[in-house]
C-alpha cells in the first residue's frame, strides 16, 4: 500500500513537472521544477525498492505452502517454496522448539536426518500461531497424536479450518489474521485497526498474484479420504461468518 502512494505521489510530480515544461508557467522555473521533480524521485526510491522487496517477498509466489500429515502410511509431505515436494517418513523426524529472538516466538522445527542419523538434510518449520511456548506444545501435541493415536482427539479439538485449501485467502480473513497478533488487548486492536486494514491491502494483492498450490497426483493419491469419511473437515465446515 505505502508503495503505491509513494509511486502514485512521483507519477503525479512527474507529470507536473511535464505540464510545467509544456505550459511554461511563468511563476515557476524550468530548473525549479525538474529540481523539485529529481529531489523527490531521489528521496522516494529507496523507500519504494525496500517495499517493493517486502512485497515480492510473499507476491508472485504461492499462497500457502501446507503440510500433509498422512497416518496411514506414516508419511509427512511438505509443500517447499519453490514449488516441489519433500516427502519424508514420520518416524525419521527429529522434532525440536526453536525460540526466535528476531520474531520473538517460539517455532516448532521439524528436521530431516542423514542416514548417520545425526546429519540435518533439511528442515521445515510448522508454524506457531500464537507465539508461546504453550500453544507450541499444543500443535505438537495435536499432530502427535493424530499420527500416533488416531483421529478422533484432533477432530474433536479442530473447531476452524483455516479457508486456503483450495482457494485464496478471503480479504476479511487476512484483516482478522492482523488483529489476532494484538489478542487479549481490545483497545490495541482497535487503535491498530486502521493500520492492519492498510496493510491487508498488501497481503491480499500478494495473494491474488500468487499461484494456489497443487500437489502431485501421487501424493494426491496417498492422501485420498473416503466420501463419507466421519474425520473430514476442511474450511467448508466452519461456522458460516462475515470474514469467512
Known sequence: MIILILLQFVISMGWITIRDLITKDPRISNTTSIFLFLFILAISTPFIWIGWCIFSFDAFRYTHYPIRFNRRNRMVYVFRRDGTVLSTPWDGLFFTRVYNDTMSDWQLHAHVLEPDGVTVKETFVIRNVSGT????????????????????????????????????????????????????????????????????????????????????????????????????????SNPKSFFG
Not at 180 to 207: D, K, T
Open 133 to 236: 511456548e504453550e500453544g507450541l506444545l499444543e500443535i505438537w501435541e495435536h499432530i502427535r497424536r493424530f499420527m500416533e493415536e488416531g483421529p478422533e482427539e484432533a477432530h474433536a479439538h479442530t473447531k476452524y479450518s483455516l479457508p486456503l485449501w483450495d482457494r485464496r485467502e478471503p480479504f476479511w480473513h487476512g484483516f482478522m489474521a492482523f488483529m489476532a497478533n494484538m489478542h487479549g488487548s481490545l483497545l490495541m486492536q482497535v487503535v491498530l485497526s486502521p493500520l492492519f486494514l492498510i496493510f491487508n491491502v498488501g497481503r491480499y494483492c500478494a495473494s491474488r498474484t500468487s499461484k494456489i498450490p497443487v500437489w502431485p497426483p501421487e501424493v494426491e493419491e496417498a492422501c485420498a479420504t473416503e466420501p463419507d469419511d466421519p474425520y473430514y473437515k476442511d474450511w467448508r
